[in-house]
């Protein structure tokens, strides 16, 4: 995963109330539901890639727990005999586009 300053600083300062995570960390509730995500599609569309993980994109934020997401409902989607590396396409924080983001207005 690519270094990012804000995940790192928010992970390290701010706990959430009850201390079981921190700011920034895909809760425990938020892996489930991923994971739950993952079997839907798979139910629904895992005939499309049962043999080939070539045709999976994935594209996420560089944000710490979107990755994490993304890995639930990869984890759940592919086939277990698929041990392929499936490729994640991040952008640079000043790139993103796929969460508001004023910079890349400039």
């Known amino acids: ?4 300053y804000v995940d790192d600083r928010a992970v390290r300062f701010n706990w959430l109330p009850g201390g079981t995570c921190r700011v ?13 995500l993952g079997k839907a599609l798979r139910e629904r569309y895992g005939d499309l890639i049962e043999h080939n993980s070539a045709n999976v994109y994935a594209r996420s934020t560089n944000v710490a727990r979107c990755l994490a997401t993304l890995s639930a409902v990869l984890g759940s989607l592919l086939p277990d005999n698929v041990h392929d590396v499936i490729k994640v396409d991040t952008l640079r924080n000043h790139e993103e586009y796929l969460t508001p983001n004023t910079r890349i207005c400039e």
């Open 1 to 4: 995963k690519p270094y990012s």
């Open 24 to 36: 920034g960390q895909l809760t425990d509730l938020g892996s489930k539901q991923a994971s739950e």
